[in-house]
C-alpha cells in the first residue's frame, strides 16, 4: 500500500480535523498525503470574474492547508490538487488510485452528523473512506 492518502480539504472544522487525522494516520504508515480541494465552477457566470475568485480562492485555502499539515508531520510528503468539478465525483475519480479518502464529516443536522457529501463519497470511492 504505497498510494497516497487523498483529503478532501474545505474550510469547515471537520475538514481541519480529518486532515489532523489523514495526517498521523500517513506518519504512521508512511504513506504520502495528497490534499484535494475541489472547485464547483459549473454553474458560474464568469461576467464579473467570479471563476477567477473561486479558483484563486481555492488555490489560498489549499496552501494554507499544506502550510498546516506541513507542521502537523514534517515527514509526511505532501502534495495538493485543485479540481475542478462537484467534490463528491472529484473526491470518487481520486479514490481509484488512493490507499484511502479521508473526509470530513461536514456539519451536524438534527437525526445525523454526515452531510450528503460525506455519504456519497463513502457510497461510491473505490478505497476505504474515512468520515472524521
Known amino acids: 500500500m504505497s498510494e497516497a492518502i487523498v483529503v478532501g480539504v474545505g474550510?469547515?472544522?471537520?475538514?481541519?480535523?480529518?486532515?489532523?487525522w489523514a495526517m498521523h494516520r500517513a506518519a504512521a504508515l508512511k504513506l504520502p498525503v495528497l490534499l484535494v480541494h475541489a472547485v464547483d465552477d459549473r454553474?458560474?457566470?464568469?461576467a464579473v470574474g467570479y471563476n477567477d475568485w473561486i479558483r484563486n480562492s481555492g488555490a489560498a485555502l489549499?496552501?494554507?492547508a499544506k502550510d498546516r499539515?506541513?507542521?502537523m508531520?514534517?515527514?509526511?510528503?505532501?502534495?495538493?490538487?485543485?479540481?475542478h468539478g462537484a467534490p463528491g465525483y472529484s473526491l470518487r475519480k481520486k479514490s481509484k488510485k488512493a490507499s484511502m479518502v479521508v473526509i470530513g464529516s461536514g456539519h451536524s443536522?438534527?437525526?445525523?452528523?454526515?452531510?450528503?457529501r460525506a455519504l456519497q463519497v463513502a457510497a461510491v470511492a473505490q478505497c476505504p473512506v474515512a468520515v472524521i
Open 11 to 20: 474550510d469547515s472544522p471537520s475538514s481541519e480535523a480529518a486532515m489532523r
Open 43 to 46: 454553474w458560474a457566470y464568469d
Open 62 to 64: 489549499l496552501s494554507d
Open 73 to 83: 508531520e514534517p515527514t509526511v510528503s505532501l502534495s495538493t490538487d485543485l479540481v
Open 109 to 116: 443536522w438534527v437525526g445525523g452528523s454526515l452531510t450528503d
Open 69 to 71: 499539515a506541513a507542521k
